[in-house]
């Protein structure tokens, strides 16, 4: 894939790409090589994002792995959730988050606003 940098489109220009970072991999930032390896990773980034979208996670599968990642227990979520009885109805999805629930929770836990809005799985099915 050396030469002129284009738009990926196929399978096959994508294959290049991916062989061209290999090549590039660990170029010095600021060098023409390291230029590339930007360019690249961009487009590369482009064409995956439209072939293969990925769908933002589930509200309460979120809560969860934020929960795992940082050690924090139900209990921990009674601040930002409410009652003991509350956040078990939340994580078990009987519960829909608030609007307050959401703004805490994206505040104290860092948990994007987006995914948090999005109706839980059980929500969907309905």
Known sequence: MKGELKPIRTKADHKKALAEVE???????????????????????????????????????????????????????EPLIGTRTRVAEVLNRRRSLSIAMIRRLHARLGIAAEVLIRPSRKDRAA
Do not use: C
């Open 23 to 77: 090549r590039l991999w660990g170029a010095k930032s600021g060098t023409p090589e390291g230029d590339r390896l930007d360019v690249l990773a961009t487009l590369i980034d482009a064409y995956e994002a439209e072939q293969f979208p990925m769908d933002p996670p589930d509200p309460i599968e979120a809560i969860k792995f934020r929960m795992e990642q940082q050690g924090l227990s139900r209990k921990d979520l």
